[in-house]
């Protein structure tokens, strides 16, 4: 906000001079020089891409010991700092923090590729990334404030939950011809949604609320795509082909596990932001679970996805989650248009269609931004999600 807003609201009469000036007086006091830190911010940049071309330039002549060394003696630094200053430094910038832990974090991610390099050694990716998160999981569970330390959990955990499933699943039966362990796999490709009741639990329990919130926004979004996902192979017929990874069995494994995660969340969290969580985490167990069920249906996939889509929405609505609710009637309109186009592709191919096609698309718009403004909760409750 500058002066010059102020000053306008106050020739609008929007509010008194008393108003203004301490309005004024607090933007001043609180203002950042942003030219300034971006000039800071470009300075260091270059400064770090002159310090890595001079190291790339000579990597082959750096013993890789000595390489491995220095990289580790980074990442005890950056956790020291964390660990020694970072209540200090949280205070005082948290992006500061949350900046100084993504180093950390990613100086020991890119650690174990280091060490790979030096002796020449391989293993397959879920490996270091199990590693990784055994190492810097809790650290980011402990100190992360923001967004950003919560996706790299939640997301590191499911990169490495999918490669082990690969791993295990396409590679076992190579050598061996052994039949992989589809169900243990199914439950742990399930694991990463039990975020969202660690979160839950958590999020009223501690000082770092913003951060456990986040945790079980993602482990609902996890949920919420899995069956999303399942839908979309149902719709092109893809569990008659997917052997035994896509079995009934094991996508029960997942639904019990969906449905397991939702009510811990409706149990941690009762008030009517968690009842609405769990319900939305549980509705998506369901439909996996159901999704084997319509498989190479059209129709029946595609009113399952917006059966999904609408339960989201309604949830949304009643628990006046303004962005969420939006983001639903977008999905479910996006979804009937494309079902209309798998039950009338031959009509695509006609100017005639093409024609039907693009009015329809017109139409659908229309109402969903109709329904999206007439029905969305005020922007104001989004806050309470």
């Given at each position: 906000?500058?002066?010059?807003?102020?000053?306008?609201?106050?020739?609008?009469?929007?509010?008194?001079?008393?108003?203004?000036?301490?309005?004024?007086?607090?933007?001043?006091?609180?203002?950042?020089?942003?030219?300034?830190?971006?000039?800071?911010?470009?300075?260091?940049?270059?400064?770090?891409?002159?310090?890595?071309?001079?190291?790339?330039?000579?990597?082959?002549?750096?013993?890789?010991?000595?390489?491995?060394?220095?990289?580790f003696l980074m990442i005890l630094g950056t956790l020291a700092a964390l660990f020694?200053?970072?209540?200090?430094?949280?205070?005082?910038?948290?992006?500061?923090?949350?900046?100084?832990?993504?180093?950390?974090?990613?100086?020991?991610?890119?650690?174990?590729?280091?060490?790979?390099?030096?002796?020449?050694?391989?293993?397959?990716?879920?490996?270091?990334?199990?590693?990784?998160?055994?190492?810097?999981?809790?650290?980011?569970?402990?100190?992360?404030?923001?967004?950003?330390?919560?996706?790299?959990?939640?997301?590191?955990?499911?990169?490495?939950?999918?490669?082990?499933?690969?791993?295990?699943?396409?590679?076992?039966?190579?050598?061996?011809?052994?039949?992989?362990?589809?169900?243990?796999?199914?439950?742990?490709?399930?694991?990463?949604?039990?975020?969202?009741?660690?979160?839950?639990?958590?999020?009223?329990?501690?000082?770092?609320?913003?951060?456990?919130?986040?945790?079980?926004?993602?482990?609902?979004?996890?949920?919420?795509?899995?069956?999303?996902?399942?839908?979309?192979?149902?719709?092109?017929?893809?569990?008659?082909?997917?052997g035994e990874a896509l079995s009934a069995s094991s996508q029960f494994i997942r639904?019990?596990?969906?449905?397991?995660?939702?009510?811990?969340?409706?149990?941690?969290?009762?008030?009517?932001?968690?009842?609405?969580?769990?319900?939305?985490?549980?509705?998506?167990?369901?439909?996996?679970?159901?999704?084997?069920?319509?498989?190479?249906?059209?129709?029946?996939?595609?009113?399952?996805?917006?059966?999904?889509?609408?339960?989201?929405?309604?949830?949304?609505?009643?628990?006046?989650?303004?962005?969420?609710?939006?983001?639903?009637?977008?999905?479910?309109?996006?979804?009937?248009?494309?079902?209309?186009?798998?039950?009338?592709?031959?009509?695509?191919?006609?100017g005639f269609g093409l024609i039907v096609s693009g009015f329809l698309i017109l139409?659908?718009?229309?109402?969903?931004?109709?329904?999206?403004?007439?029905?969305?909760?005020?922007?104001?409750?989004?806050?309470?999600?």
């Open positions: 906000m500058n002066a010059r807003k102020i000053n306008a609201w106050h020739d609008a009469g929007l509010i008194d001079e008393e108003t203004r000036t301490r309005l004024i007086a607090y933007e001043d006091e609180h203002a950042r020089p942003l030219a300034l830190w971006a000039i800071f911010g470009i300075g260091a940049l270059a400064i770090a891409l002159g310090l890595i071309s001079v190291v790339a330039a000579n990597w082959d002549e750096i013993p890789g010991q000595i390489r491995l060394s220095v990289h020694l200053h970072g209540e200090r430094l949280a205070r005082a910038n948290p992006w500061g923090i949350e900046a100084l832990l993504f180093v950390a974090a990613a100086l020991g991610l890119t650690f174990f590729g280091h060490l790979g390099q030096v002796y020449q050694t391989s293993a397959p990716l879920w490996e270091p990334l199990a590693l990784w998160l055994l190492l810097f999981g809790p650290v980011l569970l402990l100190v992360g404030r923001s967004w950003l330390a919560a996706a790299l959990v939640v997301g590191g955990s499911i990169y490495c939950a999918w490669e082990y499933n690969y791993a295990l699943g396409e590679l076992i039966r190579r050598p061996s011809g052994e039949t992989p362990p589809y169900l243990w796999l199914a439950f742990v490709t399930a694991l990463p949604v039990f975020f969202a009741p660690v979160g839950a639990w958590l999020r009223g329990r501690s000082d770092r609320s913003a951060f456990w919130r986040r945790l079980e926004q993602l482990g609902l979004t996890y949920a919420v795509l899995g069956a999303s996902l399942s839908c979309a192979l149902a719709s092109v017929g893809a569990y008659e082909d997917g639904a019990i596990g969906g449905i397991a995660a939702g009510i811990l969340v409706v149990v941690t969290r009762p008030g009517l932001s968690g009842r609405m969580s769990g319900s939305i985490i549980v509705g998506a167990g369901v439909i996996i679970g159901s999704a084997i069920g319509v498989n190479d249906s059209d129709v029946f996939a595609g009113g399952l996805f917006m059966i999904l889509w609408a339960g989201i929405a309604g949830a949304a609505l009643y628990a006046g989650w303004r962005g969420v609710f939006q983001v639903a009637v977008a999905t479910i309109a996006l979804r009937l248009i494309v079902l209309s186009f798998e039950l009338a592709s031959d009509l695509l191919l006609s139409g659908v718009a229309w109402l969903a931004v109709r329904v999206s403004r007439r029905f969305a909760p005020p922007p104001e409750e989004e806050a309470s999600t």
